[in-house]
């Protein structure tokens, strides 16, 4: 009986487990050389011809050209990765390759796939259990500990280099927007951190202003530029006069038509203006549009006007200087207006708003770099490490790094592991193994002997040195703690569930179904994955990846 169609795939039990272990494996195994400090950069290149230089986890795997299902279910790691800890998402995803890796081994010995599942459940809720206890507690006043967990995010990306005057940036920032909460936590409030790019300067010129950065030219050069107390309207109405709703016609037969109908335009601008200038507004940013007249008449009313500011600027203003943003000037009144000082950089061709008052309602941080590509790598690398460093201060728990925290995993969970029944131990002990993954790969990635690495590491913590790690600067096998290499708990624990959820999920499908080629674009007969089902490299790149 064929109840399928003609153009359906479907794969069954050892092949779609080998299917989908295979693409698991080869998205892991294309960021896997991104890893740490010594990683190296992917060059994307899209559809449209446009470049992406990084060697973030999250931009590389999202930005490729993949079509497979089952890829697309390890990509989800990284995304939920970023997401929650802001970090770790090249780690997330190579641990979730090993732990299928490591897996197909152990149903090559006929081990049932729900066995496991099972030890690799039990495996990540131990780990995640050892991780709290291995922890160390950090105050979110410890400026000299959070520069070292910016520090260490930054390691390794364009960032690198200045990575120290950055990394005092972005705790000052992020320490000016935390907050104690009543049960005596610290929170951070992302949403008063904006940042800002500019190019043509170097990253160490990067700087960290109380305030808003507008990057806006003034409407009029008539118009002044720097207020010491302004009271500031934020406006997300056109200044111009307004169109009708629906297509309208007007005849116009003589010329005294046509100049009363550009009379009453002019008096519908001025009146606006005039609404304006009622209110006591000296500066105006506007979402919208400003007619050329009426940039005319605000100039003569000494106001400050600058025209389509973007919706998240006028969003972070309203946070900087208190008021509301107006979206009808009939209803507007001074109770609308927040206050605070504009200042225009001339340099920079930058207005630097600030708000009145000892409480500082928001703070922008302004990245430099030399050009376009250089000052995204670096957006993104300041990114992950403002949320690394946000994360740290709200859970409060930090780790030492280099891969110690995997090693002290994997020893304690291996000695774990004699405590567990039946064929889930084998599970277990797979899962340690797993996370060694991420020392060796530090070590393959710095030029060192992984192996010779590895062993060296574990007769330290057979020892009783939990912090000892790989710094892949110096090649040694050290207190990395001590040497500055420290990251976030809360990240580590995310990226240990994540990866064995995923490849759980994984492990438990036997059967694919496809309404069509399961590898449209692949080109591996031979291969279980079809060629990744489509993973086709990046946007017409064929099969470069």
Known sequence: MIILGEDSQRVKDRDAQEY?????????????????PKGMDKMLVDSMGDVTITNDGVTILTEMDIDNPT????????????????????????????????????????????????????????????????????DSDDT?????????????????????????????????????????????????LKIETQTGRSARESDLLKGAVINKDPVHDDMPLNFEDADILLLNE???????????????????QLQKFLDQEETQLKQKVQQIVDSGADVVFCQKGIDDLAQHYL????????????????????????????????????????????????????????????????????????TDHVVEELERGMQDAIDVVATTVSDGRVLAGGGA???ELASRLRDYAD????????????????LELVPRVLAENAGLDAIDLLVDLRAEHQAGNKRAGLNAFSGDVEDTFEAGIVEPAHA????????????????????????????????????????MGGMGGMGGMGGAM
């Open 144 to 192: 000299e500990l959070l520069k070292k967990v910016a520090e260490t995010s930054m390691t390794g990306k364009s960032a690198d280099l200045d990575r120290e005057v950055l990394a005092e940036l972005i705790v000052e920032a992020v320490q000016q927007i935390t907050v104690d909460a009543d049960d005596g936590s610290s929170v951070v409030d992302l949403e008063n």
């Open 238 to 256: 056109p200044v111009e006069v307004e169109e009708a709703d629906v297509d309208t016609q007007v005849s116009i037969e003589s010329p005294d």
């Open 299 to 370: 100039a003569k009313e000494g106001i400050l006007a600058v025209r389509r500011t973007k919706k998240s600027d006028l969003k972070f203003l309203k946070n900087v200087v208190g008021g509301k943003i107006v979206s009808d000037l009939d209803s507007l009144t001074a109770d609308d207006l927040g206050n605070g000082s504009v200042t225009r950089d001339d340099e920079d061709e930058l207005f630097y708003v600030e708000g009145e008052g000892d409480e500082i309602h928001g703070v922008t941080l302004l990245i430099r770099g030399s």
């Open 20 to 36: 989908n272990i295979s693409a698991a494996r080869a998205v892991a195994d294309a960021v896997r050389s991104t890893l740490g």
């Open 71 to 138: 890829a697309e279910m390890i990509i989800e790691v990284a995304e939920t990765q970023e997401d929650e800890a802001g970090d770790g998402t090249t780690t997330a995803v190579a641990i979730a390759g090993e732990l299928l890796k490591n897996a197909e081994d152990l149903l090559e010995q006929d081990i049932h796939p729900t066995a496991v599942i099972k030890g690799y459940h039990m495996a990540s809720e131990k780990a995640r259990e050892e991780i709290d206890n291995i922890a160390d507690r950090v």
């Open 405 to 407: 925290i995997e090693v």
């Open 492 to 531: 580590k624990e995310q990226a240990v569930a994540s990866a064995a959820e995923a490849a759980n999920l994984v492990l438990k499908i036997d059967d694919i179904i496809a309404a069509g080629d399961l590898s449209t674009k692949g080109d591996g007969d031979d291969d279980p994955a079809g060629g």
């Open 419 to 434: 405590s567990v029944s039946g064929r889930e131990q084998l599970a277990v002990e797979a899962f340690a193994d797993s």
